[in-house]
């Protein structure tokens, strides 16, 4: 079964349709424009044409009046004459001040232009006034039932600024509407068709510009959770689709290391609870088996209180690492010194040193109290884990080093020294990975769980802080904590004191 869209449901469909009907909009809009424009065009040719004939009847007439006698020949032959020699197309009617038809060429037959009461108003300022008009819109009797359409010029003639007569020059505007109409049906007979052939070539680009898609949708159909190694084809060409792809294949490289951790993660919280479980057992069967008094008992419950002790500190931590991960680690932020976060650190290391005679020296290297703004539990508790594996990893009367410190970057630099062991260099990247241990016989003789560090590095990753680590195997090892400082808590340099 084919895993593709319907036809009607996909990108491809859908950019063509709305290529289509954008098109036709377009088009149509378009092609009223330039209807509009092209009868404007063909209207005021007409309207200059029936302008310049009634220029030439003005002169002709005056010349009538000059060289011809009323008797000779009347003012409507003239009319009639000037039609057959000049324009056989235009149509003339001549009305009398009261406003009957006096004389009418020829080529106008019955039909009678009409005088409405808005070329009268118009009449009376002196000005020629143009109409279109259809016969059907006639009073006369006669006219009725024609269909023939007119762009008629209504002039006024006057004589000593008195009115003698008023001349209607009509043009036919049946060669105007064939031209329209049979560019309408070329219109509609052609323009369907033309959007069909480009919304077939909408259809081919579509599926030009989106065949780089159909592919990527291809390879990821491919990618499951045992093969999340693969990627998806890049193109050199840089465009949106390759931001796309780039973006994909950084999602699958988070989701692959996500999945590695979480493949590592579930192996070595199983091998880590499975030696105390599989202690837990053998002790509670052994001591049903064969233990003979209550001291034996005593012995037996005592050392599965010490396994269960440390699966609880091994759920415990991972709880805490989940919380960190999952972005719910909230720190209870308050304002405290420093300065007597690592006094108390201090008095805690010279304590826990004790038994392996261990010195610690503390070094304020700071000319004041340093204050800054975090959860004073969790650093305290990060704090002394560097603190309490420096006493582990330091032999007997070794030397642990607290110092305070302030950087040029505004921060405060926490050091915490010991002439310990050390640690080699390969795995100096790896020791805040969870249950990483450098000696694995070694880190289980002391109790540890192998998250310590981990929990470290989420909690001062929450301050915004920073952790370095430098080691030399046989002389010790130095970690260095950087915390941001509140820019508020920083000494006024107006009120320090001149150097």
């Known amino acids: 079964m084919s895993n593709r869209p319907p036809i009607r449901s996909s990108i491809r469909f859908k950019l063509t349709l709305w290529f289509a009907l954008t098109l036709a909009i377009l088009m149509l809009s378009s092609e009223t424009f330039w209807d509009r424009h092209l009868a404007t065009i063909l209207e005021g040719n007409t309207d200059s044409r029936l302008a310049r004939t009634g220029d030439i009847l003005g002169d002709l007439t005056h010349q009538g009046a000059e060289n011809t006698t009323q008797a000779e020949i009347t003012e409507c032959q003239e009319l009639k004459n000037f039609v057959y020699r000049y324009n056989w197309g235009v149509a003339i009617q001549q009305r009398s001040p009261r406003g009957e038809v006096i004389c009418v060429t020829e080529n106008l037959g019955e039909l009678r232009f009409p005088l409405n009461r808005r070329a009268l108003r118009h009449l009376s300022q002196g000005g020629a006034y143009f109409e279109t008009f259809s016969s059907e819109m006639s009073d006369e009797p006669f006219t009725r039932g024609t269909r023939e359409r007119y762009r008629v010029m209504t002039l006024p ?102 999945f590695s951790r979480i493949k590592q993660f579930t192996g070595d919280a199983s091998h880590e609870l499975r030696t105390p479980l599989a202690i837990l057992k053998g002790e509670t069967e052994v001591s049903l088996r064969w233990s003979k008094g209550e001291e034996e008992l005593r012995q037996t419950l005592t050392s ?35 300065n007597d976060l690592l006094q108390d650190l201090y008095i805690h290391s010279k304590t826990l040193g004790e038994a392996k005679k261990i010195s610690t020296i503390l070094q304020m290297q700071v000319d004041r109290e340093v204050y800054i703004r975090a959860d004073q539990m969790h650093l305290h508790r990060a704090l ?9 990893y330091t032999p007997e009367e070794g030397e642990i080093t ?37 000696d694995e016989a070694r880190n289980r003789n002391i109790g540890g769980t192998g998250l310590g560090l981990s929990i470290v590095k989420a909690i001062i ?29 920083l000494p006024d340099p107006s009120t320090a004191a001149p150097s």
């Not at 001349?167 to 068709?193: F, H, M």
């Not at 500190?313 to 308050?334: C, M, P």
């Not at 002394?384 to 582990?392: D, E, G, P, Q, S």
């Not at 990753?461 to 820019?487: C, K, M, N, W």
Request: proline letters at 4%; aromatic letters at 8%; one cysteine or more.
């Open 157 to 258: 003639r006057y004589d000593n600024d008195r009115l003698v007569e008023v001349l209607q020059i009509g043009e036919n505007l049946e060669a105007n509407d064939t031209a329209l109409a049979l560019l309408l049906w070329k219109r509609i007979i052609y323009t369907p068709l033309l959007i069909l052939l480009l919304s077939g070539c909408g259809w081919f680009l579509a599926g030009r510009a989106l065949s780089p898609l159909r592919q990527i949708t291809d390879a990821i159909r491919k990618i499951t959770a045992e093969n999340l190694n693969l990627r998806l084809p890049v193109n050199k060409k840089r465009n949106e689709l390759t931001d796309l792809s780039i973006s994909f294949n950084e999602t699958l490289e988070r989701l692959a290391n996500s």
């Open 304 to 338: 599965n209180l010490e396994e269960i002790e440390r699966m609880e500190r091994i759920t415990e931590g991972l709880l805490q690492l989940a919380k960190s991960e999952s972005g719910e680690f909230h720190l209870n932020l308050s304002l405290f010194s420093l």
């Open 461 to 489: 990753s929450a301050h915004q802080g920073r952790i370095r680590v430098f080691s030399t195997p046989g002389q010790g090892s130095e970690f260095i904590i950087y915390l941001p400082l509140d820019p508020t808590l």
């Open 384 to 392: 002394l884990n560097f603190v309490t594996n420096a006493i582990k």
């Open 402 to 438: 607290l110092i305070l410190a302030l950087s040029a970057a505004n921060e405060a630099e926490i050091h915490v020294r010991d002439t310990g062991m050390g640690i080699p260099a390969e795995h100096l990247p790896h020791i805040f990975e969870r249950f990483y241990r450098v």
